[in-house]
């Protein structure tokens, strides 16, 4: 009696894990909030900067912040308020795609942190230039605020700004694009307000930052569909209980 041969079964690939979770720094409840107090409280300041009327100039902005001092004054605390929660929406955004992107995902996050230090610069600089409208020599202040504009040191503000909210958004609308994790139209719209806003191209009547509320309005409705486990997890396919 011989044993018979039996031919080893051909292995099965291993199926194809999904991404690995990427626990949210903060809840969901957290991020919606974030996304449409940030969004709303950043395009208010803007639409109040157009009524003001604050011009490209510094002396031009001194002159319209002293024809409405009240205004002006109001627009610089909205926006001071808003940048932690434009911090904490970036760093929402970002989340949405680090489970499946994780290298990019996480430099949007670091990107959104160093933007928002300098929009803190830019903001605490701007209450400095607002004191300065009631000074009584403008011409000196004019003069003290436009060469510390094009010194050095004001690069230390304005280019953390600059490549951090921008870095940012651009990062994750192509983390968008790849994962489609949300609706294609949002990062679509991100795109065009990057280049309308930091781009300075003229926009008309129209602000650009209609168009981030527009798209920070769309992922807290996203993120608002989903469980806390999905938020949690990263993981959309999970089933709902």
């Known amino acids: 009696m011989t044993a018979e041969h039996v031919t080893p ?13 990427r626990p949210a720094p903060f809840g969901r409840r957290t991020a ?8 709303a409280l950043n395009l208010a300041e803007a639409l109040i900067g157009r009524v003001v009327g604050q011009g490209g100039s510094v002396a031009g902005s001194l002159d319209a912040w002293a024809e409405r001092p009240t205004l002006a004054a109001v627009g610089l605390v909205v926006g001071t308020i808003a940048v932690p929660f434009l911090l ?7 989340q949405l795609v680090r489970p499946h992107m994780p290298r990019l995902g996480t430099t949007a996050m670091v990107l959104g942190f160093v933007g928002a230090l300098g929009f803190v610069g830019i903001h605490a600089v701007s209450i400095i230039d607002h004191a300065a409208v009631d000074q009584p020599d403008r011409a000196a202040m004019v003069a003290l605020i436009e060469d510390a504009q094009t010194s050095a040191l004001a690069a230390l503000i304005l280019v953390p700004f600059l490549l951090g909210m921008a870095g940012s958004v651009l990062l994750t609308s192509i983390g ?27 926009t008309g009547p129209v602000d650009p930052h209609w168009l981030f509320a527009a798209a920070s309005l769309g992922l807290a409705v996203t993120i608002a569909q989903r469980t806390d486990r999905q938020w949690w997890t990263g993981r959309i396919d999970e089933a709902t209980p």
């Open 88 to 94: 904490l929406g970036l760093v929402a955004m970002a």
């Open 32 to 39: 919606i909030v974030s996304l449409t107090v940030g969004a």
């Open 176 to 202: 968008y694009l790849r994962t489609r994790v949300v609706p294609i139209w949002i990062p679509v719209v991100l795109l065009v307000f990057l280049v309308l806003d930091f781009g300075g191209f003229p």
């Open 9 to 21: 079964a051909p292995a099965r690939p291993a199926p194809h894990d999904p991404p690995a979770p």
